[in-house]
């Protein structure tokens, strides 16, 4: 059974600063991951999908990666605003096609 | 925006009762997802419609049910409601079956409230 940790659970960090979230997974046999963000008492959002074949992706300020064979991936925010202020949450499909498996996500603050 | 629309926003129920809460998804999208979000957890899978039919149940109780309609719109029900399913529930789209290869676009949620 699949399941997904994120570290840390919470994260507040000045304006302008970079930082990394984590977050690990048991079953490595995953066809993606998927990195969303949550506005407090919102919908999902999702920000990158990466595919098992792939190590990396890319959008703007945003870089994930993934390390299939550590059940790793890191989403990566370079010169964090006040407005990257949410919940982060990693998920994978539990397998083959099957819908997702989330983490409880990390709550960055970032303050201005 | 996703073009994933939830009906309603808020609801508050008492227990015992039972709620019925709708999804719209973007055309074309054969493939529904319905997510349980409880406070500071991750959304947990209840089942998912493929085409109309029910294709995959996560451990969630019977009481929850659900169907998935031509016009790309579904809906989550819920019997003899109880405090615990005070939570806010997300539906997800996607263009096939959800899981392997396809992004799942979420909706707004309901936020239900049980007292």
């Known amino acids: 059974k699949q399941e997904v940790t994120q570290i840390p659970a919470a994260l507040s960090v000045p304006e302008g600063e970079n930082l990394v979230l984590n977050c690990s997974f048991t079953?490595?046999?995953?066809?993606?991951l998927q990195w969303f963000r949550q506005d407090p008492g919102k919908g999902l959002t999702s920000l990158l999908l990466?595919?098992?074949?792939?190590r990396e992706q890319t959008s703007g300020r945003l870089n994930a990666s993934l390390d299939k064979s550590s059940g790793r991936s890191t989403l990566y925010i370079a010169a964090s605003q006040p407005g990257d202020s949410a919940t982060y949450l990693c998920a994978v499909p539990n397998s083959g096609n099957t819908p997702l498996v989330f983490g409880k996500g990390t709550r960055l603050s970032v303050i201005a | 925006e996703t073009g994933v629309t939830q009906s309603p926003t808020h609801l508050i129920k008492t227990r015992g009762q039972q709620v019925t809460l709708r999804c719209s998804s973007q055309s074309g999208h054969n493939t529904v997802s319905w997510y349980q979000q409880a406070l500071g957890q991750g959304p947990q899978f209840i089942f998912q419609y493929y085409r109309e039919e029910e294709n995959g149940r996560g451990n969630f109780p019977p009481r929850f049910s659900g169907l998935q309609f031509p016009n790309y719109s579904s809906e989550l029900n819920v019997n003899a409601l109880e405090l615990d399913d005070s939570a806010l529930y997300l539906c997800?789209?996607?263009?096939?079956?959800?899981?392997?290869?396809?992004?799942?676009?979420f909706g707004p949620g309901t936020r239900l409230t049980v007292l």
């Open positions: 079953d490595s046999a995953i066809y993606n």
């Open positions: 990466i595919q098992s074949s792939q």
């Open positions: 997800a789209s996607s263009p096939g079956l959800a899981g392997a290869a396809d992004t799942q676009y």
